[in-house]
């Protein structure tokens, strides 16, 4: 198992409980845009945040992951047909899907080989589509701690594909003519308890606690409370999305 498949199944159940959720919009203009509404395959899955809503839209909704973890935590799975495999590998007739999804993971194994098996598996005017979303939106002084949590004191500690979400993915090359997607944003009303259960999610911080054997978001924690005021009140917070899109010719 790849450290990455390693890091997302440990935190599987942590991954379900505090990620947010991807806007409807999102997933109305996938299914407008795809050739046909029979079969859609989300890629590297984890715990189906993209596959649950692609339900509404699409007769067959398949998910795949590396991890077996993931593709147990969480929600009820009805009605999706999950598999584990490798993205660059995929045990799937070729130009049998009508999109194919990578949510907040392509940077992890956006190779040649991934890409010459979506385009393998798309149908004639197939719709691929990835995203990520960086950090989180919700005032000047949070921003500001977090920024710094994510810039210092994690610094080191990301993995390599980390940069791919910095930039937005425009560093990475899609071998299809590309489509532009509408600007979207993950949005959420959560407490600080949210908030920190969020920040525990992230690959880094899994990492420097297995380094230095303690809870970096705890000793941060009292920053963001002081920033926060009431620890309990619900408060806005955003997450601008980022796309890479295209479809099969």
């Not at 795809?34 to 984890?46: E, F, H, K, V, Y």
């Amino acid at each position: 198992m790849s450290e990455i498949s390693a890091l997302f199944g440990a935190g599987a159940e942590a991954y379900a409980n505090y990620r947010p959720q991807y806007p409807d919009a999102l997933f109305d203009w996938l299914a407008q845009h795809s050739p046909q509404r029979l079969r859609a395959l989300d890629i590297a899955c984890g715990n189906g945040q993209a596959s649950h809503p692609l339900r509404r839209h699409f007769a067959q909704v398949l998910a795949c992951d590396a991890s077996l973890e993931q593709l147990h935590a969480g929600r009820d799975w009805q009605g999706i047909q999950r598999f584990a495999a490798d993205a660059s590998a995929l045990p799937l007739a070729t130009a049998s899907l009508d999109l194919i999804v990578v949510a907040q993971a392509l940077h992890w194994f956006a190779s040649p080989a991934f890409f010459a098996e979506v385009r393998r598996l798309l149908k004639p005017d197939g719709l691929f589509c990835a995203w990520c979303y960086g950090l989180t939106r919700i005032d000047s002084r949070l921003d500001t701690l977090i920024e710094n949590f994510y810039g210092n004191t994690l610094a080191g500690y990301w993995l390599d594909g980390r940069a791919s979400v910095e930039a937005g993915y425009r560093d990475i090359a899609l071998p299809l003519p590309g489509i532009a997607v509408p600007d979207l944003a993950l949005e959420a009303v959560w407490n600080l308890d949210q908030l920190t259960g969020y920040l525990r999610t992230w690959s880094a911080v899994q990492r420097w606690e297995r380094q230095h054997g303690r809870d970096p978001v705890a000793e941060l924690t009292p920053a963001l409370r002081r920033a926060w005021g009431d620890s309990k009140q619900p408060r806005p917070v955003r997450w601008p999305l980022h796309f890479l899109a295209g479809i099969a010719r």
